[in-house]
């Protein structure tokens, strides 16, 4: 279902580009590369991958850090340390790349650059970037077995509430029909699939309870009763 409502938003963008002006296509034209867009798309998501692969794989630091007396709900930050620190690295560097490439290493330290208010927003676009892990491994002891299905939330959330902002912004103003259509089945869509999801996680907790367990245990026996039952009657006739 979120696959769905994340295609349905992929298609209204689709839709928007196919409604701007002329001089809107050409310039978009301009920055146009299919080959690495397709690359750089294929290299995210398994980048993104395997992000999720180091967060559902650092059960030792977790129960270390539970041992050393951390709150469950709060077990899985070392965890985020480790694996965001590969972020950091990989940033750190492409930066400095793109700095040296383009000699504008200089504008750190450039006289009259609002260097202040720069750090302040991209430590706070960082902080707010982190804080979506931040709420997923948080989340995941109440999850239990589903919290393998945290990522899947966290990225379809991002694009529900991408899309949102977008709206509040303008950034949908004077589209089609066709395309505010696309939207809305598409935020609603992953609204839905949030739904879903909550409650399947209801549902399996509810049956994992002791007095459920118990019940599904004694109608189980009933059904065996039952079989034998039937089976001794048949060997009876025959």
């Given at each position: ?20 002006s002329?001089?809107?296509?050409r310039q ?28 559902q ?5 977790q129960?270390?850090a ?24 990989v ?16 504008d ?35 999850m ?39 939207l ?15 409650y ?19 109608q ?6 039952e ?6 009657d ?5």
């Open positions: 279902v979120s696959l769905v409502g994340i295609a349905l938003v992929g298609l209204a963008g689709k839709s928007k580009e196919a409604e701007l002329d001089e809107q296509k978009a034209v301009a920055e146009f590369d299919l080959k690495k867009g397709m690359l750089v798309a294929l290299f995210s998501g398994i980048a993104s991958a395997g992000m999720n692969f180091g967060l794989s650092g059960d030792v630091l129960e270390a539970v041992r050393g007396g951390t709150l469950s709900k709060w077990q899985g930050i070392p965890v985020l340390v480790v694996v965001l620190l590969g972020g950091v690295v940033n750190v560097v492409w930066c400095l790349q793109q700095n040296l490439k383009n000699k504008t290493l200089g750190y330290t450039k006289s009259g650059a609002p260097v202040v208010s720069n750090i302040f927003f991209a430590g706070l676009a960082g902080v707010i970037w982190a804080m979506q892990f931040v709420c997923q491994k948080v989340g995941e002891p109440a239990g077995d589903m919290a393998y299905i945290g990522f899947a939330i966290v990225m379809g959330s991002s694009i529900f509430f991408s899309s949102l902002v977008g709206i509040l912004l303008g950034e949908w103003r004077g589209v089609g029909t066709r395309t505010k259509t696309l809305g089945l598409g935020i609603v869509t992953l609204l839905v699939s949030f739904c879903v999801i909550s399947g996680n209801k549902l399996k907790e509810q049956a994992s309870r002791p007095e459920v367990m118990a019940e599904k245990e004694v189980k026996a009933v059904d065996a009763v079989r034998a039952t039937r089976y001794g048949f060997v009876a006739v025959s």
